[in-house]
């Protein structure tokens, strides 16, 4: 069964506590949990160092990709405008975190992992994104639309792939599923909830969703909807 979760901006005790939440309602469903990260690790929370700690373990089961405060962050290398840029978007908290005063401080083998994040996963069903896609041209791989976006198409089922991505933070703290798209920023970065859309292998659509509070939310006729899980 595949999780996908939305930003996590330095909370990593939230992200934890909710893959564990995802690997129970996998078990109870008779599988293993796959999870895929749709970026925006970094910035803003207590905690950046040790959610780059722990993807750069490249942990088994787990793929991310990249989001815009990871590209400020690498951005912050060698250009003295995109680091202001990037402490004004909570870089502070991020470099507060490894003790640094500089992006020059992290690890190595974390920013060559940030280096190594792909800027979206297609597996033919769906595709998975920070921000979005390019209204305009659904086909384009910009990396600027593909990391910046705040605009999307169309809501109506009209393109071959579902769209799942984060990067704006949702106004009623909820997931926001469109026939042909999820927004599973629910503002983790904000001290709100962490959230995982809830996906058969096979399926293009989400069966449900769970928050780092363990809540299970369906979202269709009989799921898989374990005991412990609060449907509603």
């Not at 910035?43 to 990709?65: F, H, M, N, Q, T």
């Not at 920023?185 to 363990?214: Q, S, W």
Request: net charge negative.
């Amino acid at each position: 069964m595949l999780y996908v979760i939305g930003d996590i901006h330095g909370y990593f005790d939230k992200l934890m506590t909710l893959m564990e939440h995802c690997r129970a309602h996998a078990g109870t469903c008779g599988e293993r949990a796959r999870f895929v990260l749709l970026g925006d690790y970094v910035d803003r929370g207590p905690d950046s160092k040790s959610v780059l700690a722990y993807l750069a373990g490249s942990p088994p089961g787990v793929e991310a990709i990249r989001g815009n405060h990871e590209q400020m962050m690498l951005n912050a290398l060698d250009d003295a405008d995109a680091d202001v840029l990037w402490r004004h978007n909570g870089g502070e908290e991020t470099l507060a975190s490894y003790g640094a005063s500089t992006v020059r401080g992290v690890p190595d083998d974390h920013l060559e992992m940030l280096r190594r994040l792909p800027l979206f996963i297609d597996d033919g069903l769906r595709l998975f994104v920070h921000a979005g896609i390019d209204p305009a041209d659904p086909a384009a791989r910009n990396a600027k639309i593909l990391l910046w976006t705040r605009k999307h198409p169309l809501d109506a089922a009209i393109l071959p792939r579902f769209i799942v991505h984060g990067h704006t933070p949702t106004s009623d703290q909820k997931p926001d599923l469109r026939p042909n798209r999820l927004n599973l920023d629910t503002g983790a970065g904000y001290g709100r909830a962490l959230t995982a859309g809830v996906f058969n292998e096979n399926g293009k659509t989400p069966l449900g969703f769970i928050d780092n509070a363990g809540e299970y939310v369906a979202n269709c006729q009989n799921c898989c909807a374990p005991a412990g899980y609060s449907a509603q």
